[in-house]
């Protein structure tokens, strides 16, 4: 049995292996001389592996032995028809590698390899441009990926590209017919909408899938204290799995385990270190056409009626698309909000054009002599950088401030910003252009998927961020042609449903539906509490289905109703809360923005205390935050990640905004009030 350790690090496994065949030297020198393989990239890791392994080896057998099957080669990069491959920095570090470590790879890879096991390397995408620090890019694994994983995928944006879906794909290419790969990664992949694809083809591609769920994702459960619960100490969920082909067998069949959500890290590494594979207790799973292997859902989604997706806008009969909105988008991502968002139009203006003139300073004095290798290494970091602007200043384009796009935003709910709209600095608009323009333009916000978080929604009339609830979808009642016009976002389909469904139900109908109607009805439906309640799994994985409620001009009524205090919360009646000041001093108040649920109350500062918030208004929650919350959240004092707004441009002081966040604290109370008294009335409403 050739076994494989793809990215040794410290040769882990391989010592444990070797552990394994105490007390039978003859088998131990035999797998240690002709069986066990190893890889790894970096230089210092590769000398500890090697040290670790012949240590242990000599530790079991009494005797040194040097460990002949340890290549120093980027696993990636040694794909099977394109010969040797030692990789990129392979090359850069060792430009006249050894014979012996050459040909260490060529037996390797003329192995029929049984076992591939490991804990792969994992770097995600480069948070930060200025950290020039990109992922290395391997065209043939991506190239397989693209036609595999995320050919089969039906997520709206899909990339797995990351180091463990290309080891996982690698991997798979490698295993002999018969064979296992066994590998410890995050767990992701095990519901994750983005990774429907992998699962499909994993289940194609393998007899038997083996999934031990360790859980510890503290992002997505707030229960879980700190790191604690997780087996690495880290915020990722952690699992182990088996992939198994068996040569002469047919079909997959996939099966499933999870660990106590609350077990603490020594619960789980107690249960992994005394229980053997074979005695823990699977439940096989059976995927749904999706390619969900956990939370699948028994109900009428299916049947209900798409209000948009990737999917369902290119389904056309009869030239008509088969959902109820056309377009939609994902909100502005800038990659760069300290420098192209802010409270203030003038210092935002400030940012703007400090950032321009340090891209116009380097652009000038570097043209001709930038390339897409270089361009990193040499630019100024006093600015912030990204992927795009690098491609800008290769070729060569003068960046000019233009203040008409600086352009009122809803940055996140029911907080405002002044954002600098513009192709150029902010790093991705999507489909933004066909929707906002000069006009107001009412837009539904629908967190995306996939997310660890309930669905939420929200109404703004202009622009917004991909953040102003979680990968914020906008559908907008309006698109905008490329001569500015106005055209009806509602499809002809979608109203002929409408119609059909309830003006034929009704004897004398109460008025002929609009689209007007069935964009406020949908906005109102996606508020029902057991509609959510009912399709959260479904939500957290695709776009919203509408079902058809009895009486929909109620539901009309309310989501109309909903969408005014939405878009409107900055004009609603205040709240009557109560203003209690202490006496005032000669120094500054310290503010503090701190709610008190219990006692309904909120201190801004050390001087000032609003009370007399009724226990509702906490009721309205977006995500893991009321809508008062979210206003707090948005209000405090942070000093800025980026070195230069922090030593530049960091102008804002709670006190200047003071009497703003009370009067909108007043109002967003009112808005919670009344959308949550709505939203009580729908629990109560008959919907067969």
């Not at 035999?30 to 242990?56: G, S």
């Not at 099966?255 to 594979?277: H, I, N, Q």
């Not at 006009?439 to 929604?457: A, C, H, R, T």
């Not at 109703?561 to 409107?568: A, D, V």
């Amino acid at each position: 049995m050739e076994i494989l350790d793809p990215a040794t690090g410290t040769g882990t496994f391989i010592c444990e292996l070797l552990e394994s065949f105490r007390g039978q030297p003859q088998k131990l020198l035999h797998k240690y001389k002709n069986e066990l393989h190893a890889n790894e990239v970096a230089i210092l890791p590769y000398y500890v592996a090697n040290l670790n392994i012949e240590a242990t080896y000599a530790a079991i057998s009494g005797q040194f032995a040097e460990f002949p099957n340890l290549c120093f080669v980027d696993t990636l990069d040694n794909v099977a028809g394109l010969g040797v491959r030692l990789g990129q920095h392979v090359g850069d570090l060792f430009g006249a590698l050894s014979d012996e470590n050459i040909e260490r790879v060529k037996r390797q890879n003329r192995r029929k390899i049984s076992v591939i096991i490991g804990n792969p390397p994992y770097n995600a995408n480069q948070a930060n441009e200025n950290d020039n620090n990109k992922n290395r890019e391997y065209a043939h694994i991506d190239k397989h990926i693209k036609d595999t994983y995320i050919k089969l995928s039906t997520a709206q944006k899909t990339k797995v590209y990351d180091m463990y879906a290309r080891f996982f794909r690698w991997a798979s290419d490698r295993i002999h017919d018969d064979g296992v790969i066994s590998f410890i990664t995050n767990r992701s992949f095990i519901e994750s909408r983005t990774f429907d694809g992998f699962r499909k083809s994993v289940a194609n591609e393998f007899n038997e899938i083996y999934v031990m769920d360790l859980g510890g994702d503290v992002r997505a459960n707030p229960k879980l204290s700190g790191t604690k619960n997780n087996v690495f100490g880290i915020q990722t969920g952690v699992a182990v799995s088996f992939f198994v082909k068996r040569f002469k067998q047919k079909g997959c069949k996939i099966f499933y385990a999870r660990r106590p959500e609350m077990d603490t890290a020594e619960d789980k590494l107690v249960f992994l270190g005394s229980s053997k594979a074979s005695a823990i207790a699977y439940q096989k799973i059976e995927p749904d056409k999706n390619g969900s292997w956990i939370n699948l859902t028994s109900n009428d989604w299916e049947s209900l009626v798409p209000v948009a997706d990737k999917k369902t806008k290119s389904i056309k009969i009869k030239g008509q698309e088969r959902a109820i909105f056309r377009l939609f988008s994902l909100g502005v991502k800038t990659n760069r909000d300290d420098w192209v968002t802010d409270l203030s139009k003038t210092n935002l203006e400030k940012k703007v054009s400090h950032l321009i003139a340090g891209y116009e300073r380097d652009r000038l004095a570097l043209a001709g002599n930038l390339t897409a290798a270089n361009v990193g290494s040499v630019v100024g970091y006093d600015i912030k950088w990204t992927r795009k602007l690098k491609k800008a200043i290769i070729a060569d384009r003068r960046l000019v401030i233009s203040r008409s796009n600086v352009t009122p935003s809803q940055y996140r709910p029911f907080s405002f910003r002044w954002t600098y709209f513009d192709t150029a600095l902010n790093e991705d608009l999507y489909q933004l252009a066909q929707i906002v323009g000069p006009e107001d333009n009412s837009v539904m916000l629908l967190s995306g998927y996939p997310s660890q978080k309930p669905f939420q929604i929200l109404a703004t009339a202009g622009l917004w961020h991909h953040d102003t609830l979680d990968k914020t979808n906008g559908i907008p009642r309006f698109s905008r042609g490329r001569d500015g016009s106005r055209i009806d976002n509602v499809t002809d389909w979608g109203l002929k449903q409408f119609q059909v469904q309830f003006e034929k139900s009704e004897k004398k109908p109460k008025r002929r539906i609009t689209k007007d109607d069935i964009f406020h009805y949908v906005y109102g439906v996606l508020y029902d509490p057991v509609y959510r309640e009912t399709y959260a799994i479904n939500l957290k994985r695709e776009f919203p289905r509408i079902p058809f409620y009895p009486d929909f001009w109620a539901w009309a009524e309310w989501g109309k109703r909903l969408m005014e205090l939405h878009i409107g919360y900055e004009t609603v009646k205040p709240w009557p809360l109560k203003r209690h000041d202490q006496p005032p001093s000669d120094a500054d108040p310290i503010p503090k923005l701190k709610a008190d649920k219990d006692n309904g109350t909120i201190t801004l500062d050390s001087r000032t205390t609003l009370s007399g918030i009724p226990a509702a208004a906490w009721d309205y929650r977006l995500g893991n935050r009321s809508g008062l919350e979210w206003i707090l959240d948005q209000y405090k004092e942070k000093k800025p990640k980026d070195p230069t707004i922090a030593a530049k441009f960091n102008t804002y002081r709670f006190k200047d905004y003071k009497e703003k966040v009370i009067d909108l604290l007043a109002r967003v109370t009112r808005v919670s009030v009344e959308t949550m008294e709505i939203v009580n009335a729908m629990k109560a409403a008959k919907r067969e």
